[in-house]
């Protein structure tokens, strides 16, 4: 590649060159996606989760194909914006007032304004090793760089943002005795970039209720998890009520949309207290037709199905692996789970860092290639199953697995 910056726009894309040649997809469809040799793998990856309906979903790409004719970019209010807010926010309780923003990157910087407005304060509080997009205030303390920031005795702190150690209810508390001047909290169901790290049960609602006493807003960042576990926020099926939620990825189905979800009282900020929204591409036609199909196709999903068919997949995982005498196990729901080697999956980010295998995870990607699945190339990477994840498909991703085990007990797959 000679213009591209490192033949990728976004880091995450990177997989290693097998046969001396760059891995450069053709096409995507369903479950699956081919490579310009015309190799057809069953896709783990998904768009890192935005194609929860499947590659090219026929009722998404209908919706966008009328969009488009109608012209991608008209610069004024269109009816589609409205509808699809109505079909989102039709599934998000009481978090009922939108914008819709491009990225969930985007969406989370936008959260932190508006709580900073509404509560006059400046700080934000991420968890240690969580991901909350790529901007600089965010991107601060990301897996791979939080252990040694979280060893320090200051709190470790950049900018506004301040880090916080999940799984650890006393340390919510001493953050808070410590500081005044915190805005809110963000949080995620899960920590899903450390390796799909779960909430210790109560630990959200205990943050939760420590922020609220202290006059900070909660902020749940769905951009991963939301519409994975049902048709709207994972917060509100573990029974969190945020003031405000960032989605994106599956809300587009792979198109480039996210959007700031919030409460009626904090997001009347843009109005009373002047916060700024804006962005060229923000409400788009193509994007809102995106939503709206997506929102629609959502709700016919059958998402108790599809968990156990990750589940059942997690353990066919380590039951083929345990044949070949390596132990794994794995972490997260059935549609977004991590494989970890060892007895049990970590709690925490201190675990998940002492337990990462960056070897491992490159030969299991590797070996899972060559016998027909991709997967991300990540050491807290994850694998991802979307609605047409039928059993075919998870048949022949089981039987690679098994492969997969079978060869990399026997030597190097590289
Ligand atoms: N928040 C979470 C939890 C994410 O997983 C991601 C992306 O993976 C983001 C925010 C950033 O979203 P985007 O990549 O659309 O900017």
């Keep these: 590649m000679q213009h591209l910056v490192g033949g990728i726009s976004s880091g995450g894309r990177t997989v290693p060159d097998l046969e001396g040649r760059p891995f450069l997809v053709d096409r995507a469809q369903g479950a699956y996606v081919w490579d310009d040799q015309g190799r057809r793998y069953v896709d783990t990856a998904l768009g890192f989760g935005a194609t929860f309906l499947g590659h090219n979903e026929p009722v998404v790409t209908e919706a966008i194909r009328e969009a488009l004719d109608r012209g991608s970019m008209p610069a004024y209010a269109h009816a589609l914006e409205e509808e699809a807010a109505a079909s989102l926010a039709a599934h998000t309780q009481d978090l009922t007032k939108v914008v819709f923003v491009n990225s969930g990157s985007e969406a989370v910087h936008l959260a932190c304004r508006v709580a900073r407005a509404v509560t006059g304060r400046r700080k934000i509080v991420k968890m240690a090793a969580g991901y909350d997009g790529w901007f600089d205030d965010m991107a601060f303390g990301n897996a791979g760089s939080a252990e040694a920031k979280m060893a320090a005795t200051e709190r470790p702190a950049q900018g506004d943002t301040l880090l916080l150690r999940f799984n650890d209810s006393q340390d919510v508390e001493r953050l808070f005795e410590d500081c005044d001047d915190i805005a809110a909290v963000v949080l995620e169901p899960m920590m899903a970039n450390a390796g799909c790290i779960l909430a210790a049960p109560g630990y959200l609602h205990h943050v939760a209720l420590v922020a609220r006493s202290k006059g900070a807003l909660v902020i749940m960042d769905e951009v991963l998890m939301g519409f994975r576990l049902h048709a709207g926020l994972a917060s509100h099926l573990l029974g969190i009520q945020p003031d405000l939620a960032t989605v994106g990825k599956a809300i587009g189905n792979g198109v480039a949309v996210a959007a700031l979800v919030g409460t009626q009282e904090v997001m009347a900020a843009f109005e009373n207290r002047g916060v700024t929204r804006a962005g060229t591409y923000n409400g788009n036609p193509v994007a809102c037709a995106a939503v709206k199909a997506a929102m629609h196709a959502l709700d016919r999903v059958d998402y108790a199905a599809l968990q156990q068919s990750g589940n059942d997949l997690r353990q066919h995982t380590v039951d083929a692996f345990a044949r070949e005498g390596v132990q794994v196990c794995t972490s997260g729901y059935g549609t977004v789970f991590t494989i970890w080697r060892g007895p049990n999956p970590p709690s925490n ?21 060559r016998n027909g699945v991709m997967s991300m190339f990540s050491t807290y990477g994850r694998h991802y199953l979307s609605a047409r994840h039928d059993d075919d498909v998870l048949q022949r991703w089981a039987g690679a697995t098994a492969s997969a085990a079978r060869e990399m007990a026997a030597g190097p797959a590289q």
């Design 349 to 369: 980010y201190r675990e998940a860092a002492r337990m990462s295998d960056a070897d491992f995870t490159a030969r299991l990607h590797v070996a899972l290639r």
